[in-house]
């Protein structure tokens, strides 16, 4: 069993910078991959990043390549979502995913087995 809780998001200003965590429990075996999903209010959950967790391959939405970086810490089991050049279109609640299983894709909501409860990012003009 994984379980996974996301920490640090807040509220920032258009341009600024944050860094989510997402801290994960649970043996390192049962979590092939880890990703970073966000939901805007009335709209879908989407994709932003994912990391594999033993080889570090990234992946990111092509929305945010170049402005987010995931990244990861095995020793603190822990994945990071940097976040800079924050826009007002990136308020979202940002979810951490994490899936046991290998695989070749990384960006469905169904392509991972376990969610953490979300934390919220809030972007002003």
């Known amino acids: 069993q994984v379980q996974l809780v996301e920490s640090g998001g807040g509220q920032v200003q258009a341009g600024g910078s944050l860094r989510l965590s997402c801290a994960a429990s649970?043996?390192?075996?049962?979590?092939?991959?880890m990703g970073w999903f966000r939901q805007a209010p009335g709209k879908e959950r989407e994709f932003v990043a994912a990391?594999?967790?033993?080889?570090?391959?990234?992946y990111y939405a092509d929305s945010v390549k170049g402005r987010f970086t995931i990244s990861k810490d095995n020793a603190k089991n822990t994945v990071y979502l940097q976040i800079n050049s924050l826009k007002t279109e990136d308020t979202a609640i940002y979810y951490c995913?994490?899936?046991?299983?290998?695989?070749?894709?990384?960006?469905?909501?169904?392509?991972?087995?376990?969610w953490g409860q979300g934390t919220q990012v809030t972007v002003s003009s």
């Open positions: 990391i594999t967790w033993f080889l570090g391959s990234t």
């Open positions: 995913a994490a899936r046991s299983y290998s695989g070749s894709h990384y960006s469905g909501k169904d392509d991972y087995n376990y």
């Open positions: 649970g043996p390192p075996f049962s979590r092939y991959a």
